[in-house]
């Protein structure tokens, strides 16, 4: 028996790291919000690795920041242990990475939800979708089904499932339906996305065994300890300054590979029980061990999972093999002889759509206002997973007010980049960021996500009043020592006892403080013992300050190459051009155009199977349609 | 703002005019910084042959602005040493009236191809990019300047080019340039692929790449990059025309042979500036395959200072030719200076041209392969014309193996080529250059990156995720 219990403008289905950020963009925007998990204790869960952040995740989280999301403050409170990677090299790759309290990112997340104005956070599991027709015999959703019969009526729905649907679990030779974590799976809601034409497919991911901390001997591993200068993920923070944990670092052995080959023929992955795709970024160890067979040895990490728990995380260790096999393997490394195994490691396979099936706004292509985001997109990820939330959250509220969907490009953002690629690509196994998947990496970097976003989100609504007050006065301070800097010039007499002191060579002319920046033996802070009177800066701008001085030809050059890529961005594609109509399209690139429908001439480039001279076709085309219009009404008009 | 497009507007080894055009926003720029307007005295007739100019330009240069449509003469300069390209006829027409309604440079230099594509390459290392096929037309359209009703024709014509250009692209890609140039973006993906992991999983178990090592691959690499520029075989043939040169004793008939090719050929083209008295070279084109014609002052002993340093250059043409023609007397047969020039002919390029053929011969073609076994013997008479047909063929031979050519397309990919090779050697430099100074892995890895991308798009290769999968396939990595 069906019942209604309810009416929104959106609602989110799953409340996962994607579901967060949907759910929470949609109500900051002003929408009438259900955010729907079959268990309130999975709320923003980190299923797999207590970390967030790394190379290319970092600026995602820069990202959602940027935008007015909730990752980056949810892990600044909670974070117990901060690193920013690769400062030994450029600014385009620095990466923060942190170390989460599992529990405390969950409650704080909960926290926010429920104290979030417009938003409904409720436990239950849904297991359909309702459409309706939209006239112009295209569907539309229009609600949701719950398991009990209870019907909620909205205007837009979000699908972050996660590893939730049709979750199976993998442990050795036993496999069973399962969600992550040993939470309940949901299954009718696949079978009727199904019915409602809906492609699904298996992706597969795996997670390490969690062992006791007092069980392990760390006096073998060698300790990694955090930052001692903290840069905060949220542009809301100038300062954090918190008491940190170590990881540990060990490596497996000889004997280590010995048992796991030993026991191959035990493994999910090899037995052929696991149907779906994982990651080649993430292999398991039976998978290491069997594709880099000369490695002697593989290592792994040591994380804690929170400061009130004593279980830790094995990063590089997830496996499918049995649990005896596992504590086996484990205990051959140093330091985890005596471990003691409290969650075994597992596989867990899940239903997932092709991207190629939504749109750039991450909208269904067959069905409107119905949204798709994170895991259930094939991607991998936290990071990943919440900048689409984020940005499927977005949408969902532009779409119902018939506004123009919020889609940033390769150019402008990570998150363009990872949607473009999903969305236009495609991926054949979980889809991760990575910097080198960006063309303009030097413009797209984790110091300046707020200049680039901040703007435009407060433009569509998101990003608060507060937050774009505070961005202003941080883009009206550097601009203003970055101006300094080019006008105030040194002497020779004045600088080169300094300059000799940091083996830099000595002026023969008086110089510019932004031309003395430019070197690379000196940075903005050594800058004040030339510079003494100069006023206080906040750390985001002292960082902007330096990066735009130092590398301003570099990023000139990308600068002048994203013109050129913005060419073919802007050249809209009408939605419902109909390829077979133009003359001069090969066959393929007109089925590919078809299926594809790309919103813009550039996106039609990237896709396989669409040549240089069919783009030339395209443009040619669009002209001749301008034209024709403009005729058309000249026609009218007289 | 559309960038600034170049490329050869007429068609090649046809008519004594070629035209360069350029057209965008640069295009004014462009042929500012190539082009110096010369205000010349008339000299009149130079020797017995028409001569389009004279080499030392007799003329004051001088930097008069340039004026909106109007043709002006001058000397088209390499600003980088100042040196003498080509006398031109150039042209500036600011937009919207053009043909792509873009502003636009016109340069009218000679039609020989070897004119034709320094003045190109000169243009595209002064701020033009090379124009894609069928650009020029696109353009226009887009701009507005050819009807609607002509859309269609824009189209069937955009399209055929296109598909020509990246078609031949591709079919031309056999031999040895092509595997030159996946060895060597083979040798940039493992460098890539290196730089990419350290950036990408910087806490990984895996080999660290340091600047030492990262200067030794990028010396490696630009070593090898040079060697393809330098090019060897038919791939300079290409570039810049077979190197044809005219040997034989003076009188013998070298001038008119050359006189007899250039008619032939209806395509005089120029003297290439920087060539002196000694030797004479002209570009031309014979069955439509670009030829550079060497004459020769004659090779022989001399005590003349001068001459010697004629001769030293004759030997020097004869040694970097691709094709010989030695010209004997049939009525004299040998003489002792022909004997003299015979050992420095390799003879399997030679074509040995038994002349004078009208005057009753006491030399037969035995005799000749006697003396030269490998060469190829044709009987001509200069006076008469006879034997061209056969020397044309020849030449023909010698390039296609006897096969049809499908020259223009060549040409032009070859252009595009060139230009990728460069583009790719000028980011290894620069790439070079941050390495040596230490700047950041990520800014380098830009120039590297680009410089795989310009020499995937020779062998049309592209593939984006390349680098990315070669990662996970050579480098145990995550979670």
Known sequence: MSYLMGEYDVIVIGAGHAGCEAGLAAARMGKKTLMLSINLEAVAMMACNPSIGGTGKGHLVREIDALGGEMGVNIDKTFIQSRMLNTAKGPAVHSLRAQADKQRYHEEMKKTLEAQENLDLKQGEAVDIVTEDQGDGGKRVCGIVMKTGAIYRAKAVVLATGTFLRGKIFIGESAYQSGPNGLAPSVELADNLKKHGMKLRRFKTGTPARALGKSLNFDRMEEQKGDEKIVPFSFLNDRLEREQVSCWLTYTNETTHEIIRKNFHRSALFGGQIEGVGPRYCPSIEDKVNRFADKKRHQLFIEPEGSATDEMYIQGMSSSLPEDVQVEFYRSIPGLEELEVVRPAYAIEYDCIDPLELKTNLEYRKISRLFCAGQFNGSSGYEEAAAQGLMAGVNACLSIDGKQPFVLDRSEAYIGVLIDDLVTKGTNEPYRIMTSRAEYRLLLRQDNADRRLTRRSFEIGLADKSRYDRFLKREEETEREMDRLRKTEVLPSQVNSILEKWGSSPLQNKMTLAELLKRPEINYEMLAEIDPQRDPLSWHSMTQVEVQIKYDGYIGKQLTQVERFKRLETRRLPEDLDYGRIDGLRIEARQKLDQFRPVSVGQASRISGVSPADINVLLIWLEKERRGKKDEKGGENQ | ?479
Do not use: W
Not at chain 2, 231 to 241: H, K, P, Q, Y
């Open chain 2, 1 to 479: 703002m559309e960038d600034t497009i170049a490329a050869i507007a007429t068609a090649y080894g046809e008519g004594g005019i070629g035209i360069v055009r350029v057209s965008g926003p640069k295009a004014r720029s462009v042929l500012e910084s190539i082009f110096i307007s010369v205000r010349r005295h008339r000299t009149e007739g130079e020797g017995q042959r028409e001569r389009f100019f004279l080499p030392e330009a007799t003329g004051e240069t001088i930097n008069e602005p340039i004026v909106n449509r109007r043709l002006t003469y001058g000397n088209v300069v390499d600003p980088r040493d100042g040196s003498l390209v080509d006398e031109a006829m150039a042209v500036f027409m600011k937009a919207p009236y053009t043909y792509t309604a873009e502003d636009v440079a016109e340069i009218q230099c000679h039609g020989s191809v070897v004119s034709l594509r320094r003045v190109l390459s000169l243009c595209l290392e002064n701020g033009a990019r090379l124009a894609e096929p069928g650009e020029f037309t696109k353009r226009a359209f887009l701009n507005g300047r050819l009807d609607l009703s002509q859309a269609e024709a824009v189209i069937d014509v955009v399209r055929a080019k296109t598909d020509q250009g990246f078609d031949v692209a591709l079919g031309q890609m056999e031999g040895s340039l092509s595997r030159e140039i996946r060895e060597l973006r083979n040798d940039l993906m493992d460098l890539l692929v290196l730089v990419t992991v350290n950036l990408d999983y910087p806490d990984e178990d895996i080999e660290e790449i340091n600047y030492e090592k990262l200067d030794e691959s990028l010396s490696q690499i630009d070593d090898k990059l040079q060697a393809l520029i330098a090019g060897a075989g038919t791939g300079r043939m290409i570039r810049e025309g077979l190197a044809v040169t005219i040997a034989g004793r003076p009188n013998v008939g070298k001038s008119s042979l050359m006189n007899a090719l250039l008619r032939e050929s209806r395509a005089i083209v120029t003297d290439v500036p920087g060539t002196t008295r000694d030797t004479i070279e002209e570009g031309l084109s014979i069955s439509g395959i670009p030829v550079r014609l060497t004459d020769t002052a004659g090779i022989r002993r001399t005590e003349d200072r001068v001459e010697q340093i004629g001769i030293e250059k004759s030997k020097e043409a004869v040694n970097r030719a691709d094709l010989i023609l030695f010209m004997v007397s049939g009525n004299e047969g040998f003489t002792p200076e022909d004997l003299e020039i015979i050992p420095y002919l390799d003879e399997k390029k030679t074509v040995v041209l038994l002349n004078k053929i009208d005057l009753g011969s006491v030399l037969t073609e035995e005799m000749i392969l006697e003396k030269m076994p490998g060469a190829a013997v044709i009987e001509t008479s200069m006076k008469e014309g006879h034997g061209m047909d056969l020397l044309q063929e020849k030449i023909r031979d010698m390039v296609f193996g006897g096969q049809a050519a499908q020259r223009e397309s060549m040409i032009v990919t070859n252009v595009r080529h060139e230009e990728l090779i460069r583009r790719a050697s000028e980011e290894i430099h620069c790439a070079q250059l941050m390495s040596s100074s230490r700047e950041a892995l990520d800014f380098i890895e830009v120039n590297i990156r680009q410089a795989f991308d310009d020499l995937g798009e020779i062998i049309g290769e592209t593939a984006n995720d390349q680098i990315i999968n070669e990662v996970f396939s050579r480098f145990c990595l995550g979670k």
